[in-house]
């Protein structure tokens, strides 16, 4: 238990406060396991280990001559398509429903050929779902993508932006609470650092009794350890 005496215009606080022990592992605030979903030969891989990369852009993409190809085709055909269907919306009242519902069918259906196509052209690329750095990289120019067994190729997260998470004993689950400070130190780091609990994980780990919450913190190498004490009111 730790007592501080504050001194304010002459009042006096008296603060009480206790300390709950906790480990904890750093992660990133995000990472994801990336794969192409869709199959093909690999013509181009843009990005290698420890590649800073920006949200939407292309980490790689498989050999895609016959998806442009028709998407290209699904384009001219809606071209067409809309011209007819504009000429013929200039005669509407003057020629039978079922021809003009035809030509407004054709058109719609063109519509959605493009997007289909444009769907299917677009799984040929591969892109970063966020802002990042790439940590693991499984694929080469040449290599066989398979639409029916998805592989991850890639592995990102998030540049700089980290969490940890804390493991407590659960006895404390009712003295752990969003928004308490933690004051902790990384593992071969001699400095001290404080966080803010931001999460608290709904349950407990049957096998250890262990209750997990979060902190976030940033700079840190993913997969350090350390500890720290969590600043609880003291009943």
Known sequence: MIRILLSMAGLI??????????TFNVEADKKAMLAFDAGGITKRVNVDVASYVK??????????????????RAKTALKFAKKD????LKVKNLIDAGRFDQYAFKYENAKNEVAFAQAN???TFLRAPFDGV???????????VSGMMLKTVFKIQS????????EFDQKYHQSVKVGQQFKYSVDGNANTYKGT???????????????????????????????????????
Do not use: C
């Not at 606080?13 to 906790?22: G, H, M, P, Q, S």
């Not at 269907?85 to 013929?88: A, G, K, V």
């Not at 540049?159 to 804390?166: C, D, G, V």
């Open 55 to 72: 949200k939407n852009s292309v980490l790689a993409s498989l050999q895609n001559n016959d998806m442009r190809a028709s998407l290209a």
């Open 13 to 22: 606080f008296t603060l009480n406060a206790a300390e709950v022990y906790a």
């Open 197 to 235: 609990i931001s999460k608290i994980y709904p349950f407990a780990n049957s096998s250890n009794r262990k209750i997990k919450a979060e902190v976030k913190a940033r700079g840190f190498i993913t997969g350090l350890f350390g500890s720290g004490q969590i600043t609880v009111a003291d009943k």
């Open 134 to 144: 790439i940590y693991e990289k499984d694929i080469e120019v040449g290599d066989t």
């Open 121 to 123: 052209y677009d799984k």
């Open 159 to 166: 540049k700089n932006t980290r969490k940890l998470i804390l």
């Open 85 to 88: 269907y504009e000429r013929q």
